[in-house]
């Protein structure tokens, strides 16, 4: 070795224990080094003082080796780097079945020292901290502690090319989209060991894992670590009017075929020369900088974790959201957040790309709504909304808030009637799947005060090679809104002679093949969109615009998820954009789910329906007073606004990242359909199958043709009672009946009347899956008294919901304090603050305090006095009340 670029180091996370592993894997990085004409110099293991680990790493450590290599004569420094990056990943396919290795680094310019250790012991378990000799240029350290995934050693930060704070909500979409694209892979740099570099994204690794594949394979690739980045975690720009034209057009070149990993993220990354760091586009987590005399940059999170005299820094500062700065050890050279964009932005004449290739879908057609000439007569328009579940109650109250003031309707909280699956009533299959929501280590954004960072914009067409950059790859259809009026869609089946052809799948089944039916079209439409892919549609039209008497609408949200992931099992999906085109999705959820599980762009054209019957309806009244163009548009902008809510409560920005990253769990959809149709999606009761599903579009397509009408009348929408309670309709666990008993109890105080309350409350059907639980007495017989808890401290585990004051009178409030504390147990003060006069016993001896004090951003109330008076801290983040 005659110098430090002559010399590799892999490092080798065997299986604790496990000689017949270790023997094997050595043999098989002897073959694959030896194959490219590497030399092994020899095994060493590394020195390690096993106190400084507790006990559950002690208990799953590894046995750690380093495997020194040496560079083959003639061979160029980055040749060799990405020569050893293709002897990783050969290795880890040739031994994934091996249980509990790993390779944190293989390289001739990065080494990982890392372990599951508390940070202060991470010195004192690797001894080769120790050598005075050891000298480097670049330092990457993380202090992380496991949220999402449970602790590991492979886990640990910093990964192979650098440390993230934060956390990518869209990391399932974000795995799926990268596992798609890999169908598009070529490049000279890897030539035919192409298919080495492919299965990149693995599972049980955690979305910082995920992220660091992707930006390895992007640097070795080709690409800058500055480039790698910004295609990952690009800043925000629609908005940003202090951008130069030039930077723009990359920030839009970059989107036509990769979309943003979002979620807040703070980044140190390096590829051995720099040393780069970076923020999201909302610059929710923190990075500062300094930078000393001798030349020094030291990046951190906190302000103090590195102590340094004041009078040796040059320059110190703090990233903003999407700003980066860089050093190169190789040239000395700082670079800061606009010339590294500049820089960027001047690498390809991406303007012109754009110009050249872009097609705005405003330019072709009006983006404003637009009054169709033909629309549905009035007995066909109720027939199809009765087929789509349409009723009276979405025409009360749903859509008019939406047409008048472009706003969603606005209910109060509680949802008291059954679960979709336990539901005797038909329900639409978006009733089945749950918003998830960011917790505390991710947190939601305000979709009305960054609204400038978000975006719902899209792009229609195929997507092309991630690894290369060529005029060709933002060849696409630019979309301001991803939520189609009819007339733009019109247009889009019609792009033809622009390089978009696209074809209409008919997502309907006929009546006649009954239930069985809609499962023999979804592998219709599987087979049906793979031809088409396989003939160069790149725009692939789900319409159920058929149906009829004799035909049966599939549910848009199987449709979509079904195709979307047929397409990507077999690598074709980034051929095409897949667009729905339906009379069943015409709400926020509904339209959410369908982006969530693959839709490029969304067609409600039932809902616009809806909404110009109702302007006409109202014609001469002045209830709604608006034109139907003006309706159509507030009615986009309500489910606008709605998407751009469900997207920041999971801290997502962008539309693009929200496609296809199925941020819902099912509740009561079975194994069958979500294998099938909503791959990866957690359901975990299991629940209706495609029989069962199809029934329910059955009964509702039964109600819309089979019902006699007289000439001239329009069918009957009915009144579910899904929001507001109707003897017919959905049952609803507060009824007229079980408030009446409770206040007729509260007022006499007689047992009787208590348990008559009971008796109706309880008598009806299950609504939750708690009411599914029955007791099974045991089977050997009573439980002997003495193994049996005491009541007092049973009662011990009793606790309040957390009211605030506020939401509950000061009586009723300090009434629930002094009960859980005369039985031991436990009342939650809510958001709202507590009296202080509480915090003392009352004369009589009781006591009104409550035991777990709530904390909430921006709330009023809470003081160091308030705090010490709690047992129990409970933080509540994100609920929104004040700015």
């Given at each position: 070795v005659k110098e430090d670029g002559d010399l590799a180091v892999a490092v080798f996370f065997f299986p604790q224990g496990n000689a017949a592993a270790m023997k094997d894997i050595k043999a098989i990085a002897a073959e694959v080094t030896a194959k490219r004409g590497i030399s092994i110099i020899g095994w060493r293991e590394v020195p390690v003082n096993l106190d400084a680990l507790g006990k559950i790493a002690l208990t799953s450590r590894p046995d750690i080796e380093h495997l020194l290599l040496a560079r083959p004569e003639g061979m160029e420094a980055l040749q060799f780097e990405r020569q050893l990056y293709l002897c990783r990943r050969e290795i880890e396919h040739r031994t994934k079945e091996v249980q509990s290795f790993y390779m944190p680094s293989f390289s001739s310019r990065l080494i990982s020292y890392k372990a599951l250790a508390m940070p202060a012991a991470l010195r004192a378990f690797y001894l080769d901290f120790e050598d005075p000799d050891y000298e480097i240029a670049i330092a990457l350290y993380h202090q992380r502690f496991s949220t999402n995934t449970f602790p590991a050693w492979p886990l640990g930060q910093p990964f192979r090319m650098m440390c993230h704070n934060?956390?990518?909500?869209?990391v399932e979409g974000n795995r799926n989209w990268m596992t798609s694209r890999e169908e598009f892979f070529s490049s000279p740099v890897w030539g035919d060991d192409i298919e080495l570099v492919k299965n990149l994204m693995r599972h049980g690794e955690s979305d910082?894992?995920?992220?660091?594949?992707?930006?390895?394979?992007?640097?070795?690739?080709?690409r800058s670590p500055e480039h790698a980045m910004c295609m990952l975690v690009p800043p925000a720009y629609r908005n940003d009017a202090d951008i130069s034209d030039e930077l723009r057009a990359f920030y839009q070149y970059i989107r036509s075929f990769s979309e943003p990993w979002d979620g807040p993220a703070g980044l140190v990354f390096t590829d051995g020369i720099k040393l780069c760091a970076s923020l999201d586009r909302n610059g929710l987590r923190p990075s500062r900088y300094k930078i000393t005399d001798d030349g020094?940059?030291?990046?951190?999170?906190?302000?103090?974790?590195?102590?340094?005299?004041?009078?040796?820094?040059?320059?110190?500062?703090?990233?903003?959201?999407?700003?980066m700065i860089s050093a190169n050890t190789a040239t000395g050279e700082f670079k800061y957040d606009r010339q590294i964009k500049d820089e960027l932005a001047k690498q390809q004449p991406y303007r012109r790309w754009i110009d050249e290739q872009q097609l705005e879908l405003s330019k072709f057609v009006s983006p404003n709504a637009h009054v169709p000439e033909i629309d549905f007569a009035p007995l066909e328009l109720s027939r199809q909304q009765v087929a789509n579940g349409i009723s009276l109650e979405e025409l009360d109250m749903?859509?008019?808030?939406?047409?008048k003031g472009a706003q969603e309707a606005v209910f109060s909280m509680g949802d008291d009637i059954p679960l979709a699956v336990l539901s005797t009533h038909p329900r639409l299959l978006y009733t089945y799947f749950k918003q998830l929501f960011a917790q505390v280590t991710n947190p939601p954004i305000d979709p009305i005060r960054e609204w400038a960072v978000m975006s719902l914009g899209a792009g229609l067409g195929p997507e092309r090679n991630l690894l290369v950059e060529t005029p060709e790859h933002c060849n696409t259809v630019s979309l301001d809104s991803a939520i189609l009026f009819e007339h733009q869609l019109e247009k889009i089946k019609h792009l033809d002679e622009h390089g978009f052809p696209a074809l209409v799948l008919d997502c309907t089944w006929p009546a006649a093949s009954g239930a069985a039916g809609m499962k023999v079209r979804l592998d219709e439409l599987c087979k049906?969109?793979?031809?088409?892919?396989?003939?160069?549609?790149?725009?692939?039209?789900?319409?159920?615009?058929?149906?009829?008497?004799?035909?049966?609408?599939?549910?848009?949200?199987?449709a979509i998820g079904t195709i979307h992931h047929h397409l990507n099992r077999i690598r074709m999906r980034m051929r095409a954009s897949l667009v729905v085109e339906s009379g069943e999705v015409r709400d926020v959820h509904q339209i959410a789910c369908c982006f969530g599980f693959g839709a490029t762009a969304i067609c409600p054209y039932l809902g616009y329906a809806t909404v110009?019957?109702?302007?006409?309806?109202?014609?001469?009244?002045?209830?709604?007073?608006?034109?139907?163009a003006k309706a159509m548009s507030n009615y986009r902008k309500a489910l606008e606004k709605g998407i751009l809510k469900i997207m920041s409560k999971m801290g997502i920005s962008v539309l693009n990242s929200y496609q296809g990253a199925q941020t819902f769990e099912a509740i009561g959809v079975g194994k069958e359909v979500v294998d099938y149709s909503f791959t990866g999606v957690p359901s975990k009761i299991g629940g209706v199958g495609f029989e069962e599903i199809a029934e329910e579009s059955i009964i509702r397509h039964r109600a819309a043709f089979e019902t006699a009408v007289a000439s001239g009348a329009t069918l009957d929408l009915g009144d579910p009672g899904y929001n507001r309670y109707r003897k017919a309709g959905e049952r609803h666990v507060y009824t007229t009946e079980v408030i009446k008993n409770f206040h007729t109890y509260v007022k006499s105080g007689k047992p009787e009347d208590y348990e008559e309350y009971v008796r109706v409350a309880l008598e009806t059907n299950p609504v939750a899956i708690k009411d599914l639980i029955e007791f099974a007495p045991a089977s050997s017989g009573p439980v002997p008294i003495e193994e049996v808890e005491p009541m007092e401290v049973i009662r011990r585990r009793f606790t309040t919901a957390a009211m605030s004051l506020g939401a509950l009178s000061p009586e009723a409030h300090e009434t629930l304090a002094i009960a859980m504390n005369r039985i031991g147990g436990k009342s939650d003060?809510?958001?709202?603050?507590?009296?202080?006069?509480?915090?003392?016993?009352?004369?009589?001896?009781?006591?009104?305090?409550?035991?777990?004090?709530?904390?909430?951003?921006?709330?009023?109330?809470?003081?160091?006095?308030?705090?010490?008076?709690?047992?129990?801290?409970?933080?509540?983040?994100?609920?929104?009340a004040k700015p």
């Open positions: 934060g956390e990518i909500n869209t910082s894992a995920s992220l660091d594949h992707a930006l390895e394979l992007l640097i070795l690739s080709g020094i940059l030291y990046i951190g999170s906190e302000a103090g974790a590195v102590v340094l005299e004041d009078s040796t820094i040059v320059r110190k500062g703090r990233l903003g959201p999407g700003q749903v859509f008019p808030p939406m047409i049906e969109a793979e031809a088409a892919v396989q003939q160069n549609r790149n725009v692939l039209i789900l319409s159920d615009r058929g149906t009829s008497a004799d035909r049966i609408p599939v549910p848009a949200l199987l110009r019957q109702l302007v006409a309806a109202d014609a001469g009244k002045g209830k709604l007073d608006i034109t139907a003060s809510g958001e709202g603050g507590e009296d202080p006069v509480r915090y003392k016993p009352y004369a009589n001896g009781d006591f009104a305090r409550s035991y777990i004090k709530q904390i909430a951003s921006g709330r009023f109330g809470v003081s160091a006095y308030y705090l010490v008076n709690a047992d129990e801290l409970e933080i509540k983040m994100a609920q929104g």
